[in-house]
């Protein structure tokens, strides 16, 4: 605060970074850590758009582990925690992989499962992720609309063995596609 107009420009910049990527987007969808309680942390956002390619998803993401994670397209607009056996789950509430046409496999952006199987996420060092990835079987974004974001804890092998969803585990975050 000793500096007013240092302040004021770090401010604007922050609107800038914030802004600028919402205004390219057909749809963007603010993501927030996933907690047992519901959502905690704001984590950036990701705007999603349809290209010739498919429907691309770019990121804006701090506040996440390095490494791969599995990223997906989960049924139900709700990032609340489910309880299984008297232990909250972590946006559980969200469901299983959007799956409209029933195929009950997991295989990937280019596979033949389900549809919200999305490229995996590959975070930085410094915990961020500023990348567009795209999914060529996602030729209408409206499908996503009224459905979940979610980035999982762990990586995606795009293949239910030798566990389920691709074997990325808990759900990180999660966000709510408008
Ligand atoms: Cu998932």
Redesign the pocket.
């Known amino acids: 605060m000793k500096h007013p107009i240092g302040t004021a420009l770090c401010l604007a910049i922050m609107a800038t970074a914030f802004t600028v990527p919402t205004l390219a987007a057909d749809l963007t969808v603010i993501m927030h850590r996933a907690t047992q309680e519901g959502t905690g942390d704001a984590l950036g956002i990701i705007a999603i758009a349809s290209s010739d390619a498919g429907a691309t998803f770019t990121l804006h993401l701090h506040g996440l582990a390095p490494g791969p994670h599995?990223f997906?397209v989960?049924e139900n607009a709700n990032c609340g925690p489910t309880y299984l056996n008297g232990v909250r789950i972590p946006a559980g509430a969200a469901g299983g992989?959007l799956d409209p046409d029933e195929t009950g496999t997991h295989e990937g952006p280019t596979g033949q499962g389900h549809l919200g199987d999305l490229p995996v996420v590959d975070v930085a060092a410094d915990g961020t992720a500023s990348q567009t990835l795209t999914a060529p079987r996602i030729k209408d974004i409206k499908v996503l609309k009224g459905h979940a974001l979610?980035i999982?804890i762990g990586g995606d092998n795009y293949s239910d063995t030798p566990s389920l969803?691709g074997g990325?585990g808990g759900r990180f975050a999660c966000g709510l596609i408008p």
Request: no cysteine; net charge neutral.
């Open positions: 599995g997906h989960h992989h979610i999982h969803g990325g």
